[in-house]
């Protein structure tokens, strides 16, 4: 930091494993990225190429190269997968992965229905490959899933190998753990977090009254996720107590 304040929350030294800053990177140039790099890579823990935006985006191997530089890993979306799978075409996807030289792999199936056995076999496969990260939920606003189903299929995910669940909110934070206004689903969220570890969830919150109320929720090391590059350092303050939004959250604590 560029001087001492007292009373500052406590942050782990990357690489952590709680209080992750997920990025969504919708499709950065390699000018952007290099600026992205520059001004917000020290706080950012993992970078999303978002949905299948990896399919068509140009220079893709020199993007993931200047993450790499910068020791900040990436994943391709989970919609890619689901579009490899849909078409049968997992061997292929894994192959991918092993051209890219990717280290993550996402596992949803927010655009298409899988059988969870089969979700979990496929989180079973890629995790001897890859560090799996899945996703629970449905990209769908009128697919609403009870609590103590979210929990069953999260609990079923981590167990099968995958390294942290993602509870869905789409990138523009108003599904899944949310309803359609933004919102939190506080009940759900409650429920969840009575048998899921915390440090186990990335919830996507790309929305500042998002990422403020799972700040005052769980703490400053909560993970969360699809959070725009630009809104980076502003999540770090939030974090810190340096945003009015948590000004004095953390002063006697």
Known sequence: ??????????????????????????????????????VAGVHTDIVKLGWATSYVTPNLKEKLALYRSAGIP??????????????NQFDDYRRVLEEFGMEYAEVSDGSMDIEHDKKCDFIRKLSEQVTVISEVGSKDAAKIFAPYKWIA???????????????EAREGGNVG????????????????????PEETIIWEAPQKEQQVWFIKLIGTNVNLGNIAPAEVIPLETIRLGLRGDTFDYFLNK
């Open 1 to 38: 930091m560029n001087y001492k304040l007292n009373n500052i929350p406590e942050r782990p030294a990357k690489p952590r494993q709680k209080g992750l800053t997920m990025v969504m990177d919708k499709g950065l140039s390699l000018r952007q990225v290099e600026d992205f790099i520059d």
């Open 177 to 196: 753990i949310y309803r359609g206004t933004g919102e939190v689903r506080e009940g759900l969220v409650d429920e969840i977090l009575t048998q899921i």
């Open 74 to 87: 990436t994943y391709f979306g989970g919609t890619l997968f689901e579009a490899f799978a849909i078409r």
């Open 153 to 167: 299929l999260m609990k079923a995910e981590i167990e099968a190998g995958s390294w942290k669940v993602i509870a």
